[in-house]
């Protein structure tokens, strides 16, 4: 059984799901769109939180956030479930598929067999598409792949319930209900807004107070954990900006197509012009994984070269709290 779904690469697995499958049942709404309006921006810092022995750094909300407020906003309802039992998991995709029906998945990265050796790793909110099934093979829509791939059951399931944090625990997810119309205008407001709000926070693990929070670190930890554990930190960093699903610099780009996208529907040339604006602060984050990767890698030939990657993200954290706050004065 297959199911008539067309797969478009995306740079961001969430919004290339929530993206494909509006598509599939008839409204054409691009990632940034989604991005945007399911207010998938953020940055946050998670000390208490390890990853591979190291802080958790996200420049994103957390997963499934996306899809559910963008659902909200635009008034589709979504269906979700997770599973104790791999054997219920897996009867309940393939039920949705013989009713035609392609579904999102959340899986671990590590045992996905398609993806390059030095991406896999154990991060478990990677998302996916699942549009048919032949004998003992799925089929499979990863939106951050060219061209489609396939999975066996086996494989499907040891992805599926992954463990360790954000273990997916098989879920499936799906939209079940749409309005004749998608209402784009108020939506956009409403996820700017939220947007603006996330990255203003008074609170030090979230937005540009984290930011600055990092910055300070960066300065400390040499002294107080030393160059290797300091490196691996910095490695994460980089890594979750630029490598995996939680995109840095790559998200900054998503932003800044949608406030395009957003100021051409609502007829507001201040949103274009905050566009470009957020395309330099995506340029300033790309420079940051650079020089920090020059550093944890032993190629660079700063001597002070720590205190000088803190600085650039303290310019970063300064330049997006004026861009949100004056991004909240444009809606």
């Not at 599939?24 to 939180?49: A, C, D, K, Q, R």
Request: glycine share 8%; proline share 4%; hydrophobic share 40%.
């Amino acid at each position: 059984m297959q199911i008539d779904f067309k797969h478009n690469q995306s740079a961001h697995c969430e919004n290339g799901v929530v993206s494909n499958l509006m598509k599939h049942n008839g409204f054409e709404v691009s990632e940034p769109m989604v991005f945007g309006i399911g207010s998938g921006l953020l940055f946050s810092y998670l000390p208490f939180i390890k990853v591979d022995h190291a802080p958790v750094f996200t420049y994103r909300v957390l997963p499934g956030l996306i899809f559910n407020r963008f659902a909200k906003r635009v008034g589709v309802k979504v269906k979700r479930e997770k599973f104790k039992n791999p054997k219920v998991a897996q009867e309940r995709l393939d039920e949705n598929l013989k009713k035609n029906n392609p579904v999102g998945l959340q899986v671990g990265v590590y045992n996905l067999i398609y993806f390059p050796d030095e991406y896999r790793f154990h991060f478990n909110a990677h998302n996916m598409v699942v549009y048919g099934k032949d004998k003992d093979t799925y089929l499979i829509s990863d939106p951050v792949m060219e061209h489609t791939t396939t999975l066996t059951t086996k494989q499907l399931e040891k992805v599926r319930f992954a463990k360790g944090a954000f273990a997916p625990k098989g879920h499936i997810y799906y939209p079940v209900a749409f309005p004749e119309k998608l209402q784009l205008e108020k939506a956009i407001v409403k996820g700017i807004k939220h947007t603006c709000r996330d990255m203003t926070a008074p609170v030090p693990i979230v937005g540009v107070k984290a930011m600055k929070w990092v910055a300070n670190n960066i300065r400390k930890w040499p002294k107080k954990l030393g160059a290797k554990h300091t490196n691996h930190y910095l490695g994460q960093i980089v890594r979750m900006q630029e490598e995996i699903g939680t995109g840095g610099g790559g998200f900054r780009y998503i932003y800044a197509a949608f406030l395009q996208e957003a100021g051409k529907l609502l007829n507001n040339d201040e949103l274009l012009v905050l566009s470009k604006q957020m395309t330099e602060i995506g340029d300033q984050w790309r420079d940051f994984a650079v020089d920090a990767s020059r550093i944890y890698k032993n190629r660079s030939a700063e001597n002070d070269g720590y205190n000088k990657i803190a600085d650039q993200l303290d310019n970063i954290a300064k330049r997006e709290e004026l861009f949100f706050k004056t991004l909240k004065k444009a809606v």
